[in-house]
C-alpha cells in the first residue's frame, strides 16, 4: 500500500521526490535533535544552550548519568558542526568552551548544556 500525494495528479512519495524532514538535516541538526530528545527524556526544557536541571524523581543514577554523557556529546558535536559552518566566531568559541569541545574546559553540572 502506497501513500498518494499531489493535487490534480496524484503520486507517490519517490515519483513527487519527497523526503521525510530527518533526510534533509545536516550533522548539527541531527545531533541537536538527539540532544533535545534526551532532554524530553529527563524531564528538561529543550534546547542545548539551556541548563541542566536535575535528576527526574525515580530515575536510577545510572540511567541520568548515562543519559547526560550522550546529551552531552550530542550538544558537543552540534556546536562543533556550527563551528565549522559557520568560522571561528566569537559566540561559537565562547559556547564551545563552556561545552567543553577545546579541551579547556569541562561542561559542568548546571553549566550551559
Not at 40 to 67: A, Q, S, V, Y
Not at 78 to 90: D, K, L, N, T, Y
Request: proline share 3%; aromatic share 10%.
Amino acid at each position: 500500500m502506497a501513500l498518494l500525494y499531489g493535487g490534480a495528479v496524484f503520486t507517490c512519495r519517490h515519483c513527487n521526490q519527497l523526503a521525510y524532514p530527518s533526510q534533509r538535516e545536516d550533522a548539527s541538526d541531527r545531533a541537536a535533535r538527539q540532544a533535545d530528545k534526551i532532554r524530553l527524556k529527563l524531564g528538561w526544557e529543550t534546547g542545548i544552550l539551556n541548563p541542566h536541571e536535575g535528576k527526574p524523581k525515580r530515575m536510577h543514577w545510572r540511567t541520568f548519568d548515562r543519559l547526560v554523557r550522550t546529551h552531552d556529546k550530542f550538544a558537543r558535536a552540534s556546536v562543533a558542526s556550527m563551528q565549522a559552518r559557520f568560522g571561528e566566531h566569537s559566540f561559537f568559541q565562547e559556547v564551545a568552551f563552556l561545552l567543553g569541545h577545546d579541551g579547556e574546559k569541562g561542561g559542568q553540572e548546571g553549566g550551559l548544556i
